[in-house]
């Protein structure tokens, strides 16, 4: 059996990156986190022996992750809404 097939491996992966987004702000490496996360559920659930598919799901789930984030939190450098007049008027 590969350690990439198993799904203790790729969450002890996500909670490195996790850590690592913490110490490195800017949602770098949240997106893998979440990748990683949620490839750990699916090897729990359905195993996968091909590591070159188990990569590609990561880098689907992670892109998928970062940019469903993207739209969460904004585009970097966006900026905040100013209201021109107050509700009560």
Request: proline share 6%; hydrophobic share 65%.
């Amino acid at each position: 059996m590969m350690l990439a097939s198993v799904w203790w491996v790729w969450l002890s992966a996500a909670l490195a990156l996790a850590t690592l987004e913490v110490i490195v702000p800017g949602y770098i490496f949240l997106g893998f986190a979440v990748g990683a996360a949620v490839l750990a559920l699916i090897l729990l659930i359905v195993p996968i022996g091909s590591l070159p598919l188990i990569l590609v799901i990561f880098a689907v789930l992670s892109l998928a992750a970062y940019l469903a984030m993207r739209r969460v939190f904004g585009l970097p450098g966006e900026k905040p809404k100013v209201w021109d007049r107050d509700i009560n008027e």
